[in-house]
Nanobody, 124 residues
C-alpha cells in the first residue's frame, strides 16, 4: 500500500514563495512518474506539474510555467514543488500523486495514488 504525505503549505502574500514536499512510502518510488494537482474551492481538481521517474522530463500547466518547478529525490522517496511569484489564483489544496507509468502525464487518470493534500493560501 502506497502512502503519500504532503507538507509545506501555508499562508503567503502575493509574490511570495512556498516549497511543497511529498514523501512516498510503502512501495517503489523511483519507477514511477510523480505529479502535483490542485483543487480550488468550487473548482475541479487540475493538473499542476509532473516529472518522469529519472527526472528527464517535466510537464507544467500553462498557468504555472516559469513560476513553479517540480523536482524529485529518488533516494529519499520525495518529490518537491517550488512555487515562486505566487498569486491569489494559486490558492488551493495541493495534492501529490504517484503515476501509473514512468513517463509524465497531465491527467488524473494516469495517477493511482494520492496524498491528503496541503492547503496553500495566497493573500493579495
Amino acid at each position: 500500500q502506497v502512502q503519500l504525505v504532503e507538507s509545506g503549505g501555508g499562508l503567503v502574500q502575493a509574490g511570495g514563495s512556498l516549497r511543497l514536499s511529498c514523501v512516498v512510502s510503502g512501495r517503489t518510488f523511483s519507477n514511477y512518474a510523480m505529479g502535483w494537482f490542485r483543487q480550488a474551492p468550487g473548482k475541479e481538481r487540475e493538473f499542476v506539474a509532473a516529472i518522469s521517474w529519472r527526472s528527464v522530463n517535466t510537464k507544467y500547466a500553462d498557468s504555472v510555467k516559469g513560476r513553479f518547478t517540480i523536482s524529485r529525490d529518488n533516494a529519499l522517496n520525495t518529490v518537491h514543488l517550488q512555487m515562486n511569484n505566487l498569486n491569489a489564483e494559486d490558492t488551493a489544496v495541493y495534492y501529490c500523486a504517484r503515476g501509473r507509468l514512468t513517463v509524465v502525464a497531465d491527467t488524473a487518470a494516469f495517477f493511482d495514488s494520492w496524498g491528503q493534500g496541503t492547503q496553500v493560501t495566497v493573500s493579495s
